[in-house]
DNA sequence: TTGCGACTATGACAGTCGTCATAATCCGGC
DNA sequence: GCCGGATTATGACGACTGTCATAGTCGCAA
C-alpha cells in the first residue's frame, strides 16, 4: 500500500496552498502527514522536484475531473467550480489558494501546471461549445473562465473576502 | 539621496516578481541591485518584512497610477493595461509575473497588495460607471477585469505563452 | 525458521537563510 | 584642518534547508 506516499501527497498539496512550494520544507511535509522522514527518498527519489511536480499533477487532475463531471450545462459547471472554491476559501479562513497556481509559481512544477490549466481549458470549452459557441469564442470564454477565478482566489487571499470570487462569478453566469 | 534604498526596492520588485517573496533572499537582492549587503538594516530596520511591504506598496501604486492616467474611456484603460502586461510578459520569456500577486502569496505584505487590489478595482469602477453603468455592475465588472488579468498572467507564466493574455483581452474588449 | 526486499529511524553533510554587532569609511558643516 | 552622523564592510550567530548514508525494522515467501 503506499498510503505514505499519498499521504505525503496530500500533505504537499494541502501546504503548497497555503505557503507555496518555495515556502514550504520537506520536513514540513512529513511532519504533516505523519510520515516518517526517514522514507522521503524511497518513495520520491527525485526529491522536492518529483514531489512537487506529482502533487500538482494529482491536484490538477482532480480538479480537472472535477470540471469534467459538472453536467454539460457549461453556466452550471462554472457556477459549481466557483462554489467549491468559496466553500475551499472559506472553511480555510481565506489563505487556501490553488494548488496549481502554487504549482506555477515555482520552479518545478511551472509546466505541470501549464499542462493542468490547458487540460480544463478543453475541458469547459468543449462544454461551451456544445452549446452552439463558435470554437474560438468558446476558447476565450474557457479561458477567461479559468483565468478569473485564479485571479479572484488571489485577490481573495490578499482581502481576506470572498466578494472577489463572488462577483467573478456574477460577471462569468451572465456571460456564458 | 536615497538611491540606494531605491536600488534595493526595485531589485526587490524585479526579483519578487521572478521568483516570488519566499524564494529572494536579502543577499539575492543587494547583489542585484549591486547595493552593499552592510546597509541593509541601516535602510530597512524591519528586514524583510518591511522591505517586501515597502517594495509591493510601491509596485501597486505605480500600477495605480498607471491606471488612473488611462484615458476615461474604461475600454481603452483595459486595452492598455493589458499591453502593458503582454509587453512585460515578452520581454522577459514569461517569467515574470505581477508584484502584487507574490505579495498577495507572501505573509509579509499579504494585506498591502489586498489593499493595491481595493484600489485599482476602486479607480476601474470609478470609469466604468462614468460611462453610466449602474454602480454595483461597474465594481463586479472592475473586479472581473483585474481578476481575469491576474489569473491570465499566471496562466501565462505556465504555459510559457501570451495567448491568455490574448484571449482575456478580446473577451474584456467585447464586455466593457 | 530463514532470508530478502520494502520500508523506516537517525543523524549528519554542506549550504543558505535572516539578522545583527562591530569596525571602518565617507562626507558635509564648522 | 576636524568632528559627527550617515553609510558601508565584514564576519559571525543559530536556525533551517535539501539531501543522503547507514543501520535498523518489518512482513511476506520459501
Known amino acids: 500500500m503506499a498510503s505514505t506516499r499519498e499521504a505525503m501527497l496530500d500533505s504537499a498539496i494541502t501546504l503548497f496552498r497555503q505557503r507555496g512550494v518555495a515556502a514550504t520544507s520537506m520536513r514540513d511535509i512529513v511532519e504533516h502527514g505523519q510520515a516518517p522522514r526517514g522514507s522521503i527518498y524511497h518513495h520520491f527519489p527525485g526529491g522536492k522536484e518529483e514531489l512537487a511536480r506529482e502533487a500538482t499533477q494529482r491536484a490538477g487532475d482532480f480538479i480537472g475531473s472535477l470540471l469534467t463531471g459538472l453536467a454539460n450545462d457549461p453556466a452550471e459547471a462554472i457556477e459549481k467550480f466557483i462554489g467549491f472554491w468559496r466553500g475551499a476559501l472559506a472553511s480555510a479562513d481565506f489563505l487556501d489558494g490553488c494548488p496549481i497556481a502554487s504549482g506555477a509559481l515555482s520552479d518545478e512544477a511551472r509546466d505541470v501546471a501549464g499542462a493542468a ?60
Open 117 to 176: 490549466f490547458t487540460s480544463w481549458e478543453e475541458t469547459l470549452a468543449a462544454h461551451i461549445e456544445s452549446k452552439g459557441v463558435p470554437v474560438d469564442r468558446a476558447e476565450s470564454l474557457a479561458t477567461l473562465a479559468i483565468a478569473s477565478v485564479e485571479g479572484a482566489l488571489i485577490m481573495a487571499r490578499a482581502q481576506r473576502s470572498d466578494e472577489p470570487l463572488r462577483r467573478v462569478g456574477q460577471e462569468l453566469a451572465q456571460l456564458i
